[in-house]
């Protein structure tokens, strides 16, 4: 019988392990194809899914909250569209676990779109694709990108067919469909097919290959995992901030040191600390997973958009903040730390473990503001990011009693127990009383209030930094205190960096843009001076900038916030359309804005050669009454736009299949997608390769007018 550290050992591996997550890609295998006959042609895209595996149909039932597939060509001029998708029939079965009925594709199929050629030169022809694999009990995250296929200009005589050899994803016997598949094939003739199949085996060339392999290599490393392990990161960080706090620091030596006396060898002591390390990881993890079970992710992150949730989060941290400063002590209740500490004396794992409980319960009035803070944004992450997060922060945590077991001598090197830890606690309530003004900010940002103007926000933050720059110069005492008798090295240091901060920070109160914190104050635009004042960073914008419907937008750019009249407006100047959905509360949209759109070649574009629309997802202005309608999103789900907010969110899921912001489109003067397909943060965020998507949209639509 496996012993209970065994089996607590095991999980924490097998829970590491599954962190790493498995992506999308790992489970489907797909490949494009051109099966092509003069003008007509086929676009055929060919999957195979992993055992015990299935993705979605194209459509699903009404009932079904899942993410449908996607297989969707851009519009374009160099062809049309013949019907419809042409799907294999689904598989369909009602699951009793989540009360839905289920329509999804298993094992190897192919979905074709035909599409009659109306260009007389060669063309890239780019698509949607998109997917989300689920097994019996769990789905992973969704994957979509766009990928390319070479498609032959149209003459009078016959083309041969051929099969791209730049297709994306992976070779499997491309553009040949199975004489046993349920979709329609009566457009591919049998002498089609063998040359299709000449034209796969050359498809299948080394440089094929290597283009595919890694194109899926940048695509995994995209925005899931990066998240997963930035969560993680930033989670262990806090965790080893939250050891150098008054509740966690004494508790080192003592515990280790109560280990090794009643431990009759240092074998055993060291033994018995690392159960105590993994007994605290097992705490942590489990308060991830029941707040994910509480609430749910998917509610998590809505919530975070809401400004309700943002103004009361608000609120808490800055009765954390008060807290840590020294005000008052917030703690759990004695009894449970009680109760745990009378458990611990029983001996064995189980008094480890209680032991570890123990110290969690006592040390919440440290680590309680940190971990909400963590729990909250892992959460808002989704997936598996709050199993992430505290397996991060409970690892900072652990790391030390297990070491400090493993070499007692070290030990000696630790500082000794004094005021500079109430210090360590002081600085935590200055940093989350500056992160609360970001969740005020944020509802404020979504209702449209302008109470929290960029230049309030930022005085704000000027005020916190500079008293806490003063704070650790010693020049303020606050309880809890000790006597600053003379500036240690360190505390010398950190105070000239709080101090050269608060320096940077002050031009942002004329306009500059201040792109070390891009994502944290409010938006350029949303300002009590947009138009600039005092010679700051604005100047260059006048009244002959505005035209009717405009607003100031990134960088001093004028955009729209309505789709229709900035559709007409580039219409009315023969300029394309840049759709740029977005939030108030977008992290990284504020990113992309900061640090990208002032870019050199790029902030010409924007400004000189293109109409902007922004249309903010989180607006939380009400439509007009006519405009309050029930709409069907493309996963079946049923729902009344009530903002402004949920229409552009509306726009942008049931045309596009993408929740995520930023995400931006460029289309002509009829308001048609042009072929350079979309930008977004993960694949964009370098200068170089947004600048890039823009020129192409901008050639392309030169070369069609």
């Known amino acids: 019988m ?26 489907v295998e797909w490949g494009f194809s051109v099966v092509q006959d003069g003008c ?43 019907g419809g998708v042409i799907e294999p029939k689904p598989t369909e079965k009602y699951d009793e676990a989540s009360k839905e009925n289920l329509r999804y594709h298993a094992g190897s199929f192919t979905f074709k779109q035909k599409i009659k050629v109306t260009s007389k030169t060669d063309f890239d022809l780019k698509l949607d694709f998109g997917f989300q694999p689920c097994d019996s009990v769990q789905c992973l995250f969704p994957y979509e990108d766009v990928f390319t296929v070479r498609v032959k200009g149209c003459t009078e005589e016959k083309v041969v067919p051929t099969i791209d050899e730049g297709d994306e994803g992976v070779s499997l016997d491309e553009g040949v469909p199975d004489a046993t598949d349920d979709a329609d094939t009566s457009s591919i003739t049998d002498e089609s097919a063998e040359v299709a199949d000449s034209a796969a085996a050359l498809a299948g060339s080394e440089e094929t290959k290597a283009g595919n392999t890694d194109e899926k290599k940048q695509n995994k490393n995209d925005p899931t995992d990066r998240s997963l392990w930035w969560i993680f990161g930033v989670s262990f960080g806090s965790g080893l901030i939250a050891l150098f706090t008054p509740c966690v620091f004494p508790m080192i030596p003592m515990t280790v040191s109560f280990f090794t006396k009643q431990s009759k060898t240092k074998a055993q002591g060291v033994s018995n600390a690392i159960k105590y390390g993994i007994s605290i ?111 991060g922060f409970s690892l900072a945590l652990a790391l030390p009693f297990a070491l400090f077991a493993a070499f007692p001598g070290w030990m000696n090197t630790l500082p000794k127990s004094g005021g500079w830890l109430n210090s360590v606690k002081v600085v935590l309530g200055f940093l989350e009383l500056a992160l609360a003004f970001k969740f005020l900010s944020n509802a404020d940002l979504a209702l449209q209030w302008h109470l929290l103007e960029r230049e309030v926000f930022l005085a704000i933050w000027i005020g916190i930094f500079l008293v806490l720059a003063l704070y650790l110069f010693g020049k303020l005492r606050l309880p809890h205190d000790s006597p600053v008798e003379k500036l240690s090295v360190g505390r010398t240091l950190f105070g000239t960096t709080v101090l050269i901060f608060v320096i ?77 959905f977005t939030g108030h509360n977008c992290v990284n949209c504020r990113r992309m804005e900061q640090s990208v759109w002032g870019e050199p070649g790029i902030i010409e574009i924007l400004r000189d050669e293109l109409v902007i629309v922004s249309l903010h997802v989180d607006e939380r202005t009400l439509l007009p009454k006519e405009e309050q309608v029930e709409v069907t999103y493309p996963n079946g789900k049923k ?67």
């Open 639 to 705: 729902k009344k736009l009530k903002y402004v907010g949920d229409k552009w969110s509306f726009k942008q899921v049931s045309e596009y299949q993408v929740t995520a912001q930023p995400y931006y489109i460029i289309q002509n003067g009829e308001g048609e997608d042009l072929s350079n397909g979309s930008a977004d943060y993960q694949n964009h965020s370098k200068a170089d390769d947004f600048r890039k998507w823009l020129q192409d949209g901008l050639n392309e639509y030169k070369a069609s007018n």
């Open 504 to 580: 940077y920070l002050i031009p942002g109160m004329w306009g500059a843009p201040l792109k070390l914190i891009s994502a944290f104050p409010p938006p350029m635009s949303y300002s009590e001076a947009p138009l600039g004042f005092g010679g700051g960073g604005n100047s260059g914008v006048s009244s002959k900038d505005f035209v009717p419907g405009t607003h100031l937008g990134p960088q001093n750019i004028m955009v729209f916030h309505d789709y229709d009249l900035a559709l007409a407006h580039a219409k009315k100047v023969g300029k394309p359309l840049l759709v740029d």
């Open 40 to 82: 007509d042609a086929t676009i055929v895209a060919k999957l195979k899914v992993d055992d015990h595996w299935h993705i979605n149909a194209l459509t699903l039932p009404e009932d079904n909250f899942g993410i449908p597939t996607t297989f969707k060509l851009h519009k374009s001029k160099n062809y049309k569209l013949v």
């Open 2 to 27: 496996m012993k209970p550290v065994g089996l607590i050992l095991m999980f924490v591996l097998s829970f590491f392990s599954f962190s790493q997550m498995d992506m999308p890609e790992d489970k």
């Open 281 to 391: 990881i097992v705490i942590y993890i489990v308060l991830g997973t029941l707040v994910t079970w509480l609430f749910g992710a998917e509610s998590l992150n809505a919530m975070s958009t809401d400004p309700i949730f943002n103004f009361i989060f608000f609120l808490i941290l800055v009765i954390f903040a008060i807290s840590f400063l020294g005000a008052f002590e917030i703690s759990l209740p004695s009894s449970w730390a009680n109760k745990a500490d009378s458990k611990a004396d029983k001996g064995g794992f189980i008094g480890i473990f209680f032991m570890a409980l123990a110290l969690a319960l006592v040390s919440f009035s440290c680590t309680g503001p940190i971990v909400g803070v963590l729990l909250v944004q892992a959460a808002t992450e989704g997936g598996m990011a709050p199993f992430v997060g505290m397996f």
